[in-house]
């Protein structure tokens, strides 16, 4: 049976029907952040100055003694690094009392929260920026493809799309031998990569066997999927490695990292400090994080950066 025209609907009744607002908030997902774990750390707090000098000693060489004869004395001439403190980040909002009063407590809880997430993200980032001079480059410009771990990423090639190229175990190994012929420690080296070559690596079965991880249980990586270990390297996923475009402009790729921890040097002069000022003359709050910082390269040869396709 047909209704009537004069029914009671939600577009008549509106009026009634409450919204319902949750004290609680839906921010975007946050980037997975781990160069800072990673590298060389320098506590500098409470301390004065904006430059570090770091002593780099050259090494000398064993000389044959002859019988009878003085031994061969040795100066090598010592060199030093210099580490410059001058990143300061700050994240500020401005709260006026209205909003204090009428909203939800959960607005000044997340701003607390996405401070010190907002810089822990730019920390990593600079640390990221770092991969574009190992090897004695600039810009990338010793940077290899990831298939092959020697070709030089060559933004031009072949037609202005660049030839950046998905990990593969022989570029893998190639990029440990790099790291192995500048006698790198073989520990704490690490490789970072973007998301997509943790797809790529758990689809080659060379990886994955339980013949070549050696792990039984839970643990074994063909079960649940966890890349770990490459031939004693760690690996790390960060949603925060760079992505640089080919000459065309257009095609992107991903850059990441194998490196030795004491590659990169991270100074910290001042962690993330939080205050908060009541603003009289404008009836809000004040809320500040900031912190200050430098980041640094410590062993050109000590690391080595890969460019994979986005």
């Not at 580490?83 to 980040?89: A, E, S």
């Not at 009392?97 to 909203?103: L, S, Y």
Request: glycine content about 10%; proline content about 4%; some cysteine.
């Amino acid at each position: 049976m047909a209704l009537g025209t004069d029914n009671t609907t939600k577009t008549t009744a509106d009026k009634f029907i409450p919204e319902i607002w949750e004290d609680g908030v839906v921010a975007g997902y946050k980037k997975n952040l781990v160069m800072g774990n990673l590298v060389s750390k320098l506590s500098h707090k409470g301390k004065k100055g904006d430059v570090i000098y770091m002593p780099k000693p050259t090494r000398g060489a064993a000389t044959a003694k002859a019988a009878g004869a003085q031994v061969t004395l040795i100066a090598p001439t010592h060199a030093q690094l210099t580490f410059n403190i001058n990143k300061h980040y700050e994240y500020s909002v401005f709260i006026e009392d209205i909003v204090q009063v009428q909203g939800f407590n959960s607005l000044r809880s997340f701003h607390t929260d996405d401070a010190g997430y907002a810089l822990a993200t730019q920390v990593d980032t600079d640390l990221h920026a770092l991969g574009a001079g190992l090897q004695g480059g600039s810009a990338y410009s010793t940077a290899v493809i990831g298939s092959h771990g020697a070709t030089v990423w060559d933004p031009t090639a072949p037609t202005n799309t660049g030839n950046g190229a998905p990990l593969a175990d022989a570029g893998i190994r190639k990029m440990i031998q790099t790291l192995d012929d500048t006698d790198t420690p073989m520990s704490d080296r690490y490789m970072i990569i973007p998301p997509v070559e943790k797809n790529t690596l758990t689809g080659i079965a060379r990886f994955t066997e339980q013949a070549y991880t050696g792990e039984i249980g839970p643990n074994n990586i063909i079960r649940n999927g966890r890349v770990g270990n490459l031939y004693g390297v760690e690996v790390y996923v960060s949603t925060n490695c760079p992505t640089v475009a080919a000459t065309d402009t257009t095609t992107q790729y991903r850059v990441g990292m194998m490196f030795h921890k004491e590659a990169f040097l991270f100074i910290e002069q001042m962690g993330v400090r939080t205050q908060t000022q009541y603003k009289q003359e404008w009836l809000a709050d004040l809320f500040t994080a900031d912190t200050i910082y430098g980041v640094g390269e410590m062993r050109d040869t000590a690391g080595i950066a890969f460019f994979v396709d986005a």
